[in-house]
């Protein structure tokens, strides 16, 4: 298969452009080819711990430069949707900054007095007092909205449990299933693409993880591109009922196609 002309990019970014703090081999040339060529892309992040400008400045020490307009994480999309749904509402939050910077920007009051959302992101120090809350809230009727349901993420340490293992807990207290915003919600992608005005039949996804980044692009009408420089091995994409547009070994074989 090939890929069809490609006006915008999306692509993840672990896995994708960094592990951690370290860059992928490309990563850095493929974000420079993008920004010289004058096309609009968007670095897509289910991650919702940090603003795009905290998200900047960390690539930006890997040495990927790119411009905090071109940032799209799982918070940014919660918060437009809760602020299409139900506009100068108000949310109890179990995250970080990421996330309540982002409902304060759609003019979201934050509150643990009879809330319309329960709203669950990641974060390195869930309490169990938070946690605690949280649930009793959803059993009282709040909504119940979660960033992401990725289970777990990376960490210089090993793995820690993440937005979709702590969601299975208040499920499990609550008997009440959360709405996941982020990736692989074709939600996540549609926001994206309203934010950069694409078209899906011109926009490729670029990820590392067939149940998230390339599902979530098929979904949206998108090309899909998967990189063997993260959570997939080339091994396992025959496992999938759906398979990606293209596989390449890394981002380094994007830029040319730029």
Request: glycine share 8%; proline share 6%.
């Amino acid at each position: 298969m090939t890929l069809r002309p490609v006006e915008t990019w999306m692509t993840d970014m672990d896995g994708v452009l960094v592990h951690e703090e370290v860059p992928i081999p490309g990563a850095t040339e493929f974000i420079d080819r993008l920004k010289a060529s004058g096309r609009r892309f968007l670095v897509l992040t289910n991650n919702s711990i940090f603003t795009p400008r905290d998200l900047r400045a960390r690539l930006l020490g890997s040495g990927i430069d790119v411009p905090e307009s071109a940032i799209w994480t799982s918070a940014l999309a919660t918060a437009q949707f809760l602020g299409d749904q139900r506009p100068g509402g108000t949310a109890y939050v179990v995250g970080e900054a990421g996330l309540t910077t982002a409902l304060h920007d759609v003019g979201y009051v934050m509150t643990d007095r009879d809330p319309d959302y329960v709203v669950l992101g990641e974060t390195r120090t869930y309490s169990f007092e938070a946690i605690t809350k949280a649930i009793r809230l959803v059993a009282a009727g709040a909504r119940f909205i979660a960033t992401n349901p990725d289970p777990s993420g990376p960490s210089q340490q090993g793995m820690l449990p993440a937005t979709g293992s702590v969601a299975a807990l208040i499920s499990t207290a609550t008997g009440r299933s959360p709405y996941f915003i982020g990736k692989p919600n074709p939600l996540m992608m549609r926001s994206a693409l309203n934010r950069i005005e694409a078209h899906s039949e011109t926009t490729a996804m670029v990820g590392d993880r067939m149940d998230t980044d390339v599902v979530s692009g098929l979904e949206a009408g998108l090309q899909t591109c998967l990189v063997l420089t993260g959570s997939t091995r080339r091994e396992d994409v025959e496992r999938f009922p759906y398979r990606p547009t293209r596989v390449f070994d890394s981002v380094a074989d994007l830029v040319d196609l730029v």
